[in-house]
Each structure stands twice: as C-alpha cells, then as structure tokens.
C-alpha cells in the first residue's frame, strides 16, 4: 500500500484540510490531494466527503483511521527504531525516583549512566510524593511498592527486604530482643508510608513516628529507639547492630513504571536496561 497516500489521508484529518495537511507535510496542496486520490483508487472506496467548506470522513474512511492509524505509526516507530540502531543516544528524560531510595541508590547509577551517553539529559524529580506521570510528563518512575496506576506499564526491578535495628548504645551490651513480642519492652520509632504506620501489630506506641525513612533512620541512630528499616539504608549507617527478629513485614517491591500506552523512546528504554542491569546482585 502507499504510504504517501496514508500520510496525506492521515493528515488531511488531522488539520481539517487539504491545504493545512500539505502544510505540515511540506508539500503542495494539489500533490496531497492527488496522493489521496490514488489512495481511495488503490483501495476502490472514497475516504473523504469534500465541500468547499470542509473535509469529513466517510464510513471507510473512518474503518481506516481507526485500523490503520495505530499501525502506521508502529510502522514509523519500527523506521526510527532501525535508522537510529547505530546512533548514540540522545534527547531529555523525565525520570521521577523515591527520596532515599533515589538519592542513594539510583542516583549513582543515573551519574554512570550519563557519562556513558554525554548526549542524554536527565529532569530528575526526587520525591516521595505520588506525581501524576501524565499531567508531569514523567518519561519513568520508580516506586517502592506496588504502583496504584493500573494501566500503566510496570516492570519488578527487584524487592527491598526490611530488618529491626538499633543503635549500639541502646542496649549496652544486654540482650538483644529476639522476638516480635520482646519488642514490646522496648521504645520503637515507626514509618508511616501512604498515611499507613509500618509496625507489626500491637506495636504501635513509638515516641516519633515519620513518613521520611531517612530521619527514622536517623532517630534509631541517635538512640531514640528501635526501627524498622530498608536493610540497604541501615548497612549504609555507622553504629547500627540489626536485632535477631524475623521481620513480620515483608520485602517492599521496587517498580519501573512507563505510562501512556506508546512504545517508548529508545533512550528511556535504554536507560530502564541500564537501571535493571547494574542494580542486580
């Protein structure tokens, strides 16, 4: 089939006319018009009702735009995909992390990343805050915990197992506790994450309790009590010893999510692999 022609049938309904169509294809608007023509010849049906006034869709043309619109543009995809197979990366990422986890452990990775490919560039949002990816024009985000966005495109990176830890000081050399219930004795600083506290259950009484996991952090470190932390943040800190509990809690998951229906570019595409490869033991 010609694609000419689909071009121009495309973009005759697109902008509304034969001239603003010619427009955008840089062509003339008598050789958009004869590029449809010889479409509706190739297929034995007319497209377009045309007036003088406007350009409207018959039933065919209609059956096309809806069946043929989404493969005219794989196909286009699948071009730019192969004439851009041996060329560097390029272009501007919108990427959105988790505080901590962002800040920790992804930012390396995205730092390596950029040396690796200096035609890149990166808008990067740390927060634990839940954007709205559309309204933001996020290109990817990450996420601890299941993604609330059910047509979204996910991909598990991996899981975040979660321990009891404590400062060194707290216990001065006495027993550890070694039970969920044996923490019951002890004061205990919680996480509140998506307006839930992360404790087991009758363990709720805590002298602070925080949404940020980095000043939880910070409090067990300063002897405020007992906390519940990402094993990854706590091996990171000074001064910590992780008590010999089962946590109740399970790993929390860590999401890629891609929205919109489209396929995406080659260099976010390229940038999630990166992501996958190098955070994997």
């Known amino acids: 089939m010609d694609l000419d022609g689909l071009d121009a049938f495309f973009a005759v ?34 497209l377009l009702y045309r007036t003088t006034r406007q350009v409207r869709l018959t039933e065919a043309g209609r059956e096309l735009l809806d069946q ?12 730019e995909e192969i004439r851009a197979a041996d060329a ?42 839940r954007l709205d990816l559309l309204a933001e024009g996020i290109d990817l985000a990450l996420r601890v915990g ?21 400062s060194e000081q707290m216990f001065c050399g006495a027993a550890l506790p070694d039970s969920v219930e044996a923490l019951a004795q002890h004061r205990l600083v919680l996480r509140r994450e998506g307006g839930q506290v992360i404790a087991p259950p009758g363990l709720a ?8 996991v980095e000043t939880v952090a910070r409090a067990v470190c300063a002897g405020l009590g007992v906390g519940l932390l990402p094993v990854w943040l706590a091996e990171e800190l000074p001064g910590l ?8 809690i399970p790993p929390a998951q860590i999401f890629a999510v891609l929205p919109g229906g489209r396929r995406p570019p080659r260099r976010v595409r390229a940038l999630l692999d990166w992501l996958v490869l190098e955070s994997t033991p």
């Open 146 to 166: 299941v993604p609330r966005e059910p047509n979204f495109t996910r991909r598990l990176l991996g899981t975040s197992p979660q321990a009891f830890f404590a």
């Open 13 to 46: 309904v697109q902008h509304g006319s034969f001239t603003a169509a010619a427009r955008s294809l840089g062509v003339e608007p008598s050789a958009t018009s004869r590029r449809v023509a010889k479409l509706e010849a190739d297929l034995g049906v007319a």
């Open 68 to 79: 043929g619109g989404p493969a005219l543009q794989r196909l286009r995809e699948a071009a």
């Open 205 to 212: 009484a805590a002298p602070l309790t925080c949404d940020d």
């Open 88 to 129: 560097a990366l390029r272009g501007l990422i919108r990427l959105s992390v988790p505080g901590a986890f962002g800040r920790r452990r992804i930012a390396p990775l995205l730092f390596s990343f950029l040396e690796r490919n200096p035609e890149v560039s990166l808008d990067l949002r740390v927060s634990d805050a």
């Open 241 to 248: 010893v992780r008590l010999p509990i089962q946590s109740p």
